[in-house]
């Protein structure tokens, strides 16, 4: 065959070249076989080849891998026939779509087959598709269809689904009675601290690894005349989720994630002494000056990406800021001379005892071979480390990690990999009237409410929407 492109690497017994040939084959042979035929106005260009093969750690070639790398995984077409089409509703647009294509292209290339992608973020819209002529997937950001549609969605063990990949929590979280009906694909972690490495080195700062460092590390910024957090949350009619987010981060760690589903299925009152707790502990920080910028005034009016830029600004008005994964390319946009690791890096919130983010879960209505292909695929080794190279976020599959090639995810993927547990987003998870409620506390308890005046309304709220 003619060797189309080949590029030099180097395994164990001497310099190889890794050749792709004009037949779409892979093959691997000495340098001196390749050598006359590679042209030189190629060579270049060729590097990437190496760059992305080297850095899945897949071994792409004839022959026995070397020890230690993993052999690609194989699309499994399960029955499916080129041109069979797959329905599916999402609610990912722009970047999102085009990276969720991205991920799926080995499979609709290996299989031929066709998704027909729905984009809506209506609810109404997805009921009236599921009451008449419900997707094949469906890919939704809570697990509220399990309870809407349970009767209708199919056991995902039964369309190629391996469990085995997943956490049980994962799991406990999409099943219904015994029977998995919902996986996440998709995945952000919340529980994270933002900061900047040359001014802990400039000031003598170590990262924390427990609760009681962090405090210690807090005091001590204050000592040295520097303030340790930027907290604003104003975000116009939704001021103060940034606020909810760190208080279910303070109940991860002084609670749980078990007294944090809990309070979101309404078996912990909103007024229960854990959640006053937390809230104290905020409370301590947010309304204070020495504490965060601008104290309680700063806490309430201060936009939230404007608190997430204060920390990387010359000079820092703060040393850290909780917020979720997404700060990273706000810094890099806002900031972009700033360079990962070096000028911006985050944490895990040190103590806690699981992750609290936010997740997209993966539900079938229909079992026909793409159906099942789809299902197979994102679940399984191909799928997951397809998902790891694009950089969709988070994939909760265990067979995604090693290959994230972006050191942010890798970083986070790990921390996600390492947790006890997971919760969503309190906010984002209960019905709207109790996470409105429970938005309303945090500015009034921040602005000098009676904190107990505040919870008790808020768990009448939670009672109220959860009807209880």
Same mark, same amino acid.
């Given at each position: ?14 310099t ?41 750690k ?14 690609a ?28 294509n ?85 995945a ?60 279910q ?49 700063g806490?309430?009016?201060?936009p ?43 944490f ?53 990690? $090693?290959?994230?090639? =972006?050191? #942010? @995810?890798?970083?986070? /993927?790990? +921390?996600? *990999?390492? &947790?006890? %547990? ?12 109790f ?12 602005? $000098?409410?009676?904190? =107990?005046? #505040? @919870?008790?309304?808020? /768990?009448k +709220?939670? *009672?109220? &929407?959860? %009807?209880?």
């Open positions: 065959s003619v060797i189309k492109s080949a590029v030099e690497d180097k395994f164990e017994g001497g190889n070249y890794i050749a792709t040939l004009e037949n779409e084959g892979v093959g691997v042979g000495p340098f001196h076989d390749f050598e006359d035929k590679v042209p030189e106005e190629i060579k270049a260009d060729l590097e990437q080849i190496q760059k992305d093969i080297m850095a899945k897949l071994w792409t070639g004839w022959g026995e891998p070397p020890e230690g790398v993993p052999v995984a194989e699309v499994d077409c399960m029955g499916a026939a080129s041109g069979d089409e797959v329905s599916v509703i999402y609610q990912w647009s722009g970047a999102e779509e085009e990276k969720f991205a991920v799926v292209k080995p499979l609709v290339d290996a299989c031929g087959i066709k998704i027909v992608a729905q984009s809506t973020r209506d609810a109404a819209v997805l009921d009236t598709k599921a009451k008449s002529t419900p997707p094949d997937v469906l890919f939704w950001p809570t697990t509220a269809p399990l309870t809407l549609y349970t009767g209708q969605l199919k056991a995902l063990s039964d369309l190629g689904a391996d469990p085995a990949n997943y956490a049980e929590y994962w799991q406990a979280m999409g099943s219904v009675d015994g029977k998995w009906l919902a996986v996440p694909v998709k952000d972690i919340k529980t994270i601290i933002w900061y900047n490495p040359a001014n802990f080195d400039l000031f003598g700062y170590s990262v924390p690894t427990t609760w009681d460092e962090l405090d210690a590390l807090v005091e001590k910024m204050v000592a040295d005349g520097n303030v340790p957090w930027s907290m604003g949350m104003e975000s116009g009619p939704a001021t103060g989720w940034t606020g909810s987010d760190f208080i981060d303070i109940m991860l760690v002084q609670q749980g994630p078990q007294y944090v589903s809990d309070v979101i299925a309404g078996a912990v009152a909103y007024n229960d002494a854990g959640v006053k707790q937390a809230y104290e502990t905020y409370g301590k920080w947010a309304m204070d000056e020495q504490y965060t910028v601008g104290g309680a005034t806490t309430v009016s201060t939230f990406l404007e608190a997430i830029y204060k920390v990387f600004s010359d000079p820092p008005e703060a040393m850290m800021v909780k917020q979720s994964g997404f700060a990273g390319g706000e810094v890099a946009t806002q900031f972009p001379d700033l360079e990962y690791g070096t000028d911006y890096d985050f895990a919130v040190p103590g806690a005892q699981g992750m609290q983010g936010g997740a997209d879960f993966m539900m079938a209505f229909g079992e026909s071979p793409a159906a099942k292909a789809l299902v197979g695929y994102l679940t399984g080794a191909a799928g997951a480390a397809e998902w790891a190279k694009v950089g969709f976020d988070l994939s909760p599959n265990k067979l995604a990690l $090693g290959n994230y090639t =972006d050191t #942010a @995810l890798i970083k986070k /993927a790990e +921390a996600l *990999a390492g &947790a006890a %547990g997971f919760t969503p987003d309190i906010g984002d998870t209960v019905p709207a009237p996470g409105e409620a429970e938005w309303k506390v945090i500015v009034d308890y921040v602005n $000098g409410a009676d904190l =107990d005046a #505040a @919870l008790e309304a808020a /768990a +709220a939670q *009672a109220d &929407a959860l %009807g209880q």
